[in-house]
């Protein structure tokens, strides 16, 4: 094998290699490149991963690794794909209370099911009522993938606020209704905050006005029906309510499937049918695709399949007892530490958190967290910190709340912290003004993070450049003297939003 030095020398090398690795050497490459990596087996991560044990993923490893080679981009070549995908979609039909006539598709995620529904109801609008100029009516809280699709597919967005209790606004949604709009989303839960909106009565709007409402549950989709039958009582957000024409639901979310895994179902399908690509005139043959991926690969679908029929209806219970259990904890605790609130009034498993009190910056406590070995969401409009709650997280609840309780007491001791770190970098984020300045910066960065030279840049460190070396005492004046006005404003912000909230 390579020795350390080698081996890092090696993973630095980014030429196809003369002779072929040993198994061993690649397999000791991976573990390095892993070793960065958060610690979610541990349960230090509070997105991003969801799961449950090794023997619970190598299952899902061995029946990823019997499909390996498979595709399903040919329904009529490989049957068996098509009867896991039939049998996918007709359990997570019922789990969301449809009927015998809901049908859909295994995706590769739930990016790929949000696109899929603006693309359909595009072409569902365009051929049902002639609308050329096509939008869309999303809540403020609804998942970026959103924003993607009306980006990608050419659909204009009209972004609907929140009432106080974080919902989507209803009124507000039925004033911006007009002759173009495709479809209305609802989302249960939202993403930032976990709160589910009030699909019934968006339902009621969609019905009169006969325009279709996707519920997005991606996040939802496969742990809500089972919160119900633990006993909590939740208002109707599925096909239950007779205007939500499909629903999106993350199967390697809380279905606990391998990655690559969602769905997205139909009332019906006629609509399904305008998700659907066929090009008939090509040389290589009469070209047909269910969804937006050509090359759909086996494994996922197995393994989603395996995951599902693993675990049960009484496994789901039991891991969504465990979960709730913790959120509960969790809540209840951070509740309990004087001048934290949870936002809202979350329902399911995930939520968030903000500071009323302007000693404690929500930001720098994230900093401090993370000190401890904890991987932090943020997030902003308001500024908060996030948590996705997963059975693993039952071990760890009395340390993350101790560690919480110790990271605000060194905030409230030490102001200076919001001034330093990502507390600094997600505060200007959060409060500039000028939201193109952001959007230009992220998006040079990333630019440089996947051009040629593959440059791993940390956001609080990205710096001002300049083709004109003379210019570069200007530039570095500039900034400093543009990051202190700046650090003057987010505070003065921070410090009237934490007496608003006290008022």
Same mark, same amino acid.
């Given at each position: ?115 899929? &529904?603006? *693309? ?8 049902? /009522?002639? %609308?050329? +100029?096509? !939008?869309?009516?999303?809540? @403020? ?115 606990? &499937?391998? *990655? ?8 019906? /399908?006629? %609509?399904? +049918?305008? !998700?659907?690509?066929?090009? @008939? ?223």
């Amino acid at each position: 094998g390579l020795s350390g030095y080698a081996l890092r020398n090696t993973m630095n090398n980014n030429k196809l290699p003369k002779i072929g690795r040993s198994k061993d050497d690649i397999i000791s490459a991976l573990k390095e490149y892993g070793s960065q990596d958060p610690a979610y087996k541990d349960g230090r991560t509070w997105s991003l991963v969801y799961y449950l044990g090794e023997d619970h993923t190598s299952l899902l490893q061995d029946a990823y690794n019997m499909y390996f080679s498979a595709n399903g981009l040919n329904p009529m070549a490989f049957k068996s794909l098509k009867q896991l995908e039939s049998n996918i979609i007709r359990i997570t039909a019922d789990l969301l209370n449809g009927d015998e006539n809901v049908c859909g598709v295994v995706t590769s995620g739930g990016t790929e099911s949000c696109l899929l &529904a603006v *693309k359909t109801y595009r072409d569902y609008g365009k051929a049902k /009522k002639r %609308i050329k +100029k096509p !939008q869309m009516i999303i809540p @403020e809280t609804a998942h970026v993938a959103w924003e993607k699709g009306g980006e990608y597919f050419g659909v204009e967005i009209f972004r609907a606020p929140l009432d106080k209790d974080y919902r989507v606004d209803v009124q507000a949604v039925k004033k911006m209704i007009t002759k173009n709009t495709i479809m209305i989303l609802g989302s249960a839960p939202e993403y930032p905050h976990g709160i589910i909106d009030p699909i019934e009565e968006l339902g009621q709007i969609a019905s009169a006005r006969v325009i279709p409402l996707h519920v997005d549950a991606c996040v939802g989709g496969y742990i809500l029906p089972f919160i119900e039958k633990l006993g909590p009582k939740l208002t109707p957000w599925d096909y239950r309510v007779p205007g939500v024409t499909s629903i999106s639901a993350d199967t390697h979310k809380y279905g606990f &499937a391998a *990655k690559g895994a969602s769905t997205i179902t139909y009332r019906s /399908k006629d %609509i399904l +049918k305008y !998700q659907f690509f066929v090009y @008939e005139n090509w040389p290589g043959g009469i070209f047909a695709s269910p969804a937006l991926l050509g090359t759909r690969p086996g494994g996922s679908y197995a393994a989603a399949w395996a995951a599902l029929q693993l675990i049960g209806e009484k496994g789901y219970l039991k891991i969504t007892n465990t979960i709730m259990e913790t959120t509960r904890k969790l809540i209840n605790g951070i509740n309990a530490i004087e001048g934290l609130h949870i936002i809202g009034n979350p329902k399911a498993s995930l939520f968030s958190y903000q500071s009323l009190s302007p000693e404690i910056n929500i930001y720098a406590v994230g900093d401090e967290m993370e000190k401890r070995g904890w991987h932090i969401d943020r997030l902003q409009k308001p500024e908060a910190l996030h948590a996705m709650v997963v059975p693993k997280h039952a071990e760890v609840v009395d340390t993350y709340l101790s560690d919480l309780e110790e990271a605000v007491e060194i905030v409230k001791q030490h102001p200076e912290l919001s001034t330093q770190g990502d507390a600094a970098m997600y505060g200007m984020i959060s409060n500039v003004p000028f939201r193109g300045v952001i959007r230009k910066q992220v998006l040079d960065i990333f630019t440089n993070l996947y051009g040629p030279k593959n440059e791993m840049i940390d956001l609080k460190n990205a710096s001002i450049t300049s083709s004109d070396k003379n210019d570069s005492n200007i530039q570095a004046l500039s900034k400093k003297l543009s990051e202190k006005l700046l650090n003057i404003y987010v505070r003065h912000k921070q410090t009237r939003a934490a007496k608003r909230m006290k008022s």
